[in-house]
């Protein structure tokens, strides 16, 4: 009976060190998606009217605090709420939804 | 309704059936298609909205005619007649998928009609509800690049007869008809160019039906000032419509004053502000080519309110 507790304790720590050790190294792999801001390259950008869309598709997002646009320069910047993540497939499907198509994607600091 | 031949004798019935049952099966099971957006006011442009998203037009359009043609010259005419079509129609818009759209066009429609007989002025008019139609457009084809987008569209639509076209001036056509297109666009910060062509296949009703038409379209649009997202923006296009129909036929006889063929020409202006847009335009008939005698047209104009949500 005793020798099952020891056994038993043993495991428990052992889980408990895998934690320690695996949660800072799976928040080390999924940094480059927590910023504060993304900025994502959108082409196919005409005009303000038909670009509603892809504002309304990006607030949508779990995370999106603020949208802003750039048409000429054919960039959507949204700034996250501080702690959440944004990944980057959901941000290309939202932009896809709105009918553009996304290119490159910088996570960074928010604009001010 | 009828699934008969209308307007084209070359055509064999069979294959024409076959087409419309296709249409109508399209229609039933896939239900795509809408208008929106940048695009021309008397044709249709590629562009469909986002997603999930909603569409609605309030639209108000009116034609004048007053101009009696005979074998494609203008006449004198003794009757001083002259016809007037104003309609006012709601539309709502959705967006299926992003490459799909659907669009419900209820019209209400007030016609009027006077001409002077023996010296005295007669009037009648008539006013309803019109042939409510349903439309779908389907992208194929987009290409994007920075500040451009180049896109191709399907679209097919119905239109259905919820018009009464039994009083004195006839509200709708009675029957069920179609329309099939094919629809280009190339639009950029500065520059629009769209193009569509059309065909809208009238069948018959009451022994009686319209002559299929064919629409040839096109629009040059021109952006003045670059705005940015968060400002008003104007659009200015010059659209050229081009229309070739067929003779009505009544008991299988066509009738010889109906039919041509019509080039209209005219300016438009798309003013918006994030999703809302207010639009409007005029088009003059530049070429009226008509069989018989017929009245012909003046102008036509047509004014929007479109807001996306």
Known sequence: MMKTNINFLKGVLFSLMLTLIILPLSQGAFAQEKAEGISIRVDGLTCPFCTYGLEKKLKRLEGAEKIHIDIDKGIAHIQVIEGKNIAEKDLKQAVEDAGFTAREITYGPAQP | ?309
């Open chain 2, 1 to 309: 309704m009828a699934l008969k031949l209308s307007g084209d004798d070359c055509m064999g019935s069979a294959v024409v059936g076959i087409i419309r049952i296709f249409f109508v099966l399209f229609i039933i099971f896939m239900w795509p298609l809408a208008a929106s957006a940048h695009e021309p006011l008397f044709s249709l442009g590629p562009r469909t909205i986002y997603k999930g998203g909603i569409g609605i037009e309030f639209k108000t359009g009116l034609l004048s005619k007053s101009k009696l043609f005979q074998n494609g010259d203008e006449i004198s005419d003794a009757k001083d007649q002259a016809a007037t079509r104003l309609v006012f129609s709601s539309e709502i818009i959705y967006g299926v998928t992003r490459d799909l759209a659907i669009t419900a066009q209820i019209p209400v429609v007030y016609r009027r009609f006077e001409e002077t007989i023996s010296g005295i002025r007669e009037k009648r008019s008539s006013s309803g509800l019109g042939d409510v139609s349903l439309r779908s457009k389907t992208r194929f084809w987009r290409r994007d690049t920075l500040g451009v987008q180049e896109s191709a569209a399907i679209i097919l639509g119905i239109k259905l007869p919820t018009g009464d076209e039994k009083v004195a001036l006839p509200l709708g056509s009675g029957s069920t008809d179609f329309l099939f297109g094919l629809t280009a666009a190339h639009e950029g910060r500065r520059l629009y160019l769209f193009g569509d062509l059309r065909y809208k296949l009238n069948t018959e009703a009451n022994n009686r039906s319209q002559g299929d038409v064919f629409f040839y379209d096109a629009a040059l649009g021109f952006r003045p000032v670059l705005t940015d997202y968060y400002r008003p923006d104007l659009v200015l296009l010059l659209e050229m419509n081009g229309e070739i129909g067929r003779k009505d036929k009544f008991l299988g006889v066509s009738n010889a004053n109906s039919g041509g063929e019509i080039l209209w020409v005219g300016p438009n202006f798309l003013l918006s502000y994030r999703n809302l847009m207010l639009k409007g335009g005029v088009r003059f008939p530049v070429v009226q080519d008509l069989n018989g005698t017929q009245l012909a047209a003046d102008y036509e104009g047509v004014v929007a309110v479109e807001s996306h949500y």
